[in-house]
C-alpha cells in the first residue's frame, strides 16, 4: 500500500512541476510575439497578436524595437470602461484606436513621443478593446473614429492562469 501512495505522490509531484514549467515558458515568450488573429477595418486587414492577460495588457508593445508593416496588438478586456494607455519602455511611435464593445472605434490618439512616461492617452468614453499599430497607420488607410473593427474570430477574454483560453 506504501508503494502504491508514494508512485501516486511522485507522479502527482511530476505533473505539479510540469504545470509550473509550463506557466513558466508561458509567461517569458517574448521573443516569439506570436500572431494570434486578423481584424479587418473598412477594407484593409492587420495581423494582430492579442493581448488579453493582465501581464500581457501591462507589457504591451514595451521593450520591442520594430513593428512589421500591417501588423499591431489587440487589447482585449472583459468589459467596458475608460482605459488610460501610456507609452513606458516603447520604442515604436503608435497609433492607438479605442474601441467599444460594439467594435465601433470611439477614439484615435497618435503616440509619437518614444518613450514617454508623462502623457497618458485616454479612451475617453468607455471601450472594451484598443488596437496599436504604428503611428500614421490608421490616416494611412482612411480610417477613423465611427468606423467598425471585425475580428475574423470573435476573441475570447484569457483567464490569467497559465495561459488557459476559456471561449465566449
Not at 144 to 164: A, E, K, N, W
Amino acid at each position: 500500500m506504501n508503494h502504491k501512495i508514494k508512485i501516486i505522490t511522485q507522479a502527482i509531484s511530476i505533473m505539479l512541476i510540469m504545470n509550473l514549467l509550463s506557466c513558466y515558458t508561458s509567461i517569458y515568450q517574448d521573443d516569439k510575439h506570436n500572431i494570434i488573429s486578423q481584424v479587418r477595418i473598412n477594407s484593409e486587414r492587420i495581423s494582430v497578436e492579442i493581448a488579453d492577460s493582465d501581464e500581457e495588457i501591462s507589457r504591451g508593445l514595451m521593450w520591442r524595437k520594430t513593428l512589421d508593416r500591417d501588423k499591431g496588438m489587440l487589447f482585449i478586456y472583459p468589459d467596458n470602461a475608460v482605459r488610460y494607455f501610456w507609452m513606458k519602455n516603447t520604442y515604436i511611435k503608435l497609433d492607438m484606436a479605442f474601441i467599444d464593445a460594439n467594435h465601433v472605434i470611439r477614439t484615435i490618439h497618435t503616440a509619437d513621443r518614444i518613450g514617454d512616461e508623462k502623457t497618458l492617452y485616454s479612451s475617453l468614453v468607455p471601450v472594451q478593446y484598443v488596437l496599436e499599430v504604428n503611428a500614421g497607420w490608421f490616416k494611412q488607410h482612411n480610417i477613423g473614429i465611427g468606423d467598425t473593427v471585425y475580428f475574423d474570430t470573435m476573441p475570447s477574454v484569457h483567464i490569467d492562469t497559465c495561459r488557459i483560453n476559456q471561449n465566449n
